[in-house]
């Protein structure tokens, strides 16, 4: 069964123009348009396109934030706004500018309290993050308040929260969104193991 299916899926949002000096007019936006889009268990896909081409409008709508204005979506064979609930617990979400950690805790207890709220047992909760503190080189800052973290570790410690409690689908928005060239490698190599890592540019 694929795990993400949309047919015609599209979004339209009203917004307010200025027409003349006192005068204002609304008009229909269609931010997205007509989106098909299959994707089957396994397969990792690339969603590209300019600023304000409809990116993030389309994952908030696979994840169940927005609803859609037409067409058909589908994500682990449900319907991401009417049951956002039981999908919430099938999938693992990165915003690049929305954070799942909280603030002023140390990163190892936002583990521990997303772990509670998935309901994850302890034994694959210890080995999931096990992985991660190894891939993305954890170990240095598990102990150190979420707000005194640089982005690259928060990206990091965000990537781990969306994946402990095992997901079927990993929804990455801008993930590595002002990253140094470093950081953006880890979380690379971190996504696609099997690639080569990539040589750094020379000055």
């Known amino acids: 069964m694929s795990v993400i299916e949309t047919r015609g899926l599209r979004k339209e949002f009203t917004v307010r123009v200025k027409a003349g000096w006192l005068r204002r007019r609304t008009r229909i936006v269609a931010a997205v348009d007509g989106i098909d889009l299959t994707v089957e268990r396994g397969e990792m896909v690339g969603y ?17 934030v927005l609803y859609p204005s037409a067409g058909h979506v589908r994500v682990c064979g449900l319907e991401p706004v009417g049951q956002r609930t039981r999908l919430a617990r099938r999938i693992g979400v990165v915003f690049g500018q929305r954070s799942q950690l909280w603030w002023d805790l140390p990163l190892r207890e936002s583990f521990t309290l997303l772990r509670h709220v998935y309901a994850v047992p302890a034994g694959d909760h210890t080995a999931r993050l096990a992985h991660c503190r190894q ?69």
């Open 135 to 203: 891939l993305l080189e954890l170990d240095t800052f598990l102990d150190v308040p979420v707000r005194q973290l640089s982005l690259g570790q928060r990206m990091r410690g965000e990537l781990t929260a969306a994946l402990l409690h095992g997901p079927e689908v990993l929804f990455l928005d801008e993930p590595t969104i002002g990253l140094d060239v470093v950081s953006k490698q880890a979380v690379r190599a971190f996504l696609r193991p099997s690639a080569p890592p990539a040589t750094p540019p020379s000055c």
């Open 48 to 64: 590209i396109g300019p600023n304000g081409a409809g990116k993030s409008t389309t994952l908030k709508m696979l994840t169940g």
